[in-house]
């Protein structure tokens, strides 16, 4: 049908304007890559000599290693904490709908001002967290310990992105129908059995594109390290992407930070493609 | 589910007070923080009125600040416009992605190609960003901030919104179809007013997404094109961490999105997995 053709014209801008603005960028960083290039010096083409710096880098290690431990554990906390709170929010009653409304909340605070905020409430001296502790007779020292710096990272990100899975969760458990429940609660009086053996599975498809999204989107990280502790104390806290803005903007070494990017960029890759069946199955 | 017996419910409520006192918790001491005097943020106290005397003299100081207010008005202008541009072409996409079926390409290879690029870190984009703006001179202006959010909002537009037009039955299209109206008129006539609900949702999370966004604002703009979260950001560096303007900047800065949020509660889980996940 010929009437049909006018559905290029309504796809094509979208494709065209995000086609432009990353195929360009990301061929000109693949370009980048194989040069060696300083602001206000030339470019000379050095091979792959920006990849092998790369990888014989400690730095580079170290920050692969503080990423995926602070992605990995905030992931895992998250998964567990919103499948608890979803679990607890199943059962419909009176004002829960306000409290998950609150809940959703640190989702959408902007994470930079989170990452202020966290100076607040982290602060070591008289910041509430340890004052709180205080009565337990605790200090720790959030800010100032390569150890505990990652934990505070770790606990804000938790902070904002609970909510996520716990809604995801909670819309996940209300899909499972009713009888099902009633048919289980026939054989069982358990809630620990119900959970394990009837929700927990039913769930499991909506569980594995959490965790893909999050590991995804958890390698992004950056707004909070640079504004809690600009990656430190030392380098403790420099996250991946927190090393390529600093390589490319702050010692403007432009072929080194491409070469880091495409590792990044490799690895995001072959998560999707471990997740991409799953992925297609769910989009067709 | 069983009915739950007395005592139950009341672990059920205690349990539910504990999560939301943890959680509100960061807000709270952001607002407690933006109406203490200077010392009082060391001194550590937990309650207006009883601890210490709210004012308000930490909020008149940052609003009545030039280069707040200008931050202001750049993170609503680079949202509002970016939301606006996202919308208009991402309805489009999205309409004829959910309406139409495309041969070579399949509709499914082009939705797993535009959510591929809400998968990729912003960070690898930020050198070939940067020394691209330079040599069109846009380094430091709104009209780049506004190209690269447009860039990184849109796939997420897209596949959100197909599946909203995805629930419009066929059957409304084909009626229309028959009575001969183009694509055009059912798309504005038929999709859009159906469809009204979700496209506000879609807007109201996009318009959440640009205001957030930092690190391209960071990496693009330095002076007069600076955006909210960079002006937080770069407090630290000029005049130490003074927790009481930390407490203003913060709410400033998150309530426009924690606000909207509120409202958009309902679409928030479709829009959030990419509508992997029925909300």
Redesign the interface.
């Known amino acids: 049908m010929k ?2 053709q ?3 014209v ?2 094509l ?3 065209i ?2 086609l432009a ?2 195929i ?3 061929a ?2 693949i370009r ?1 890559s194989f040069f060696s290039y300083h602001l206000g010096r030339g470019e000379t083409f050095v091979g792959g000599r920006n990849f092998v710096q790369a990888f014989t880098y400690p730095r580079f290690w170290g920050s692969i290693r503080i990423t995926f431990s602070i992605v990995l554990i905030a992931v895992v906390l998250e998964i567990v904490l919103g499948l608890l ?1 979803a679990w ?6 009176r004002g ?1 709908k306000v ?19 966290g ?3 982290f ?1 070591e ?4 967290i340890n ?1 709180f502790l205080s009565f337990f007779h605790i200090h720790i020292p959030w800010l100032s310990h390569p150890f505990w710096a990652k934990i505070s990272i770790i606990l804000l990100d938790t ?1 904002i992105w ?3 899975c716990f ?2 969760f ?3 458990f209300r ?1 499972i129908s ?1 009888e099902i ?1 009633e048919a289980a ?1 026939l054989d069982t009086n358990s809630e620990l059995q119900i959970f394990r053996y009837i929700s927990l599975p039913l769930l499991l498809p ?1 569980l594995g ?2 965790i893909a ?1 999050r590991l ?1 989107e958890g ?2 990280i ?2 909070l390290p ?2 809690l502790l600009l990656g430190g104390p030392g380098t403790s806290t420099e996250v ?2 927190l090393l ?2 600093r390589t ?2 702050k010692n403007f070494d ?1 072929g080194s ?2 070469a880091l ?2 590792v ?2 490799g690895i ?1 890759m072959s998560i ?1 493609i471990i997740f ?1 069946k799953q ?2 199955r ?3 | 589910m069983r009915k739950l017996t007395s005592l139950q419910k009341s672990r059920h409520h205690l349990t539910t007070a504990i999560i939301l006192v943890i959680f509100c918790f960061p807000l709270y001491w952001a607002i407690i923080n933006s109406i203490k005097m200077p010392l009082e943020t060391f001194a550590g106290s937990w309650v207006p009125f009883l601890q210490f005397k709210p004012t308000l003299v930490n909020w008149a100081k940052e609003l009545g600040d030039q280069s707040t207010r200008r931050a202001l008005a750049n993170s609503t202008i680079v949202s509002l416009c970016s939301t606006g541009i996202v919308l208009f072409i991402g309805t489009l996409a999205a309409f004829s992605l959910a309406v139409f079926k495309f041969e070579k390409l399949k509709n499914q290879d082009i939705i797993i190609w535009f959510l591929s690029q809400r998968v990729m870190p912003p960070v690898i984009f930020i050198v070939p960003f940067f020394l691209l703006m330079r040599s069109f001179k846009l380094i430091d202006s709104l009209y780049a901030l506004i190209l690269v959010n447009v860039t990184f909002v849109l796939p997420f537009a897209v596949i959100i919104m197909r599946e909203i037009f995805r629930g419009i039955p066929q059957e409304l299209t084909d009626a229309a179809l028959v009575d001969g109206a183009s694509y055009w008129q059912i798309f504005r006539k038929v999709a859009l007013p159906l469809a009204t609900g979700g496209l506000v949702a879609t807007g109201i999370i996009c318009l959440a997404i640009v205001w957030n966004e930092f690190i391209f604002a960071l990496s693009l703009s330095y002076d007069r094109a600076v955006v909210m979260p960079v002006v937080i950001a770069g407090s630290e560096h000029t005049r130490g961490v003074e927790f009481w303007y930390v407490g203003v900047r913060v709410l400033l800065t998150m309530s426009l999105p924690v606000v909207v949020a509120l409202f958009a509660q309902r679409y928030i889980v479709k829009g959030l997995t990419l509508g992997a996940v029925k909300g």
Do not use: C
């Open positions: 009437r049909q006018i559905k290029f309504f796809l801008p979208a494709v304007w995000v603005f990353t360009f960028p990301l000109y960083a980048l709170f607890h929010f199943n059962r419909e009653m829960d409290f998950r409304a609150l809940i959703t909340l640190p989702l959408f605070a902007t994470p930079v001002a989170v990452g202020y905020l100076i607040t409430l602060y001296t008289s910041g509430p004052m902070w609970t909510p996520f809604l995801v909670l819309s996940g899909a009713e429940y609660y909506i594109i959490v999204l995804v390698l992004k950056f707004d640079y504004t991946y992407p390529v803005y490319a903007l432009f930070a491409s990017s495409l990044l960029l995001v999707v991409f992925l297609r769910v989009y067709e």
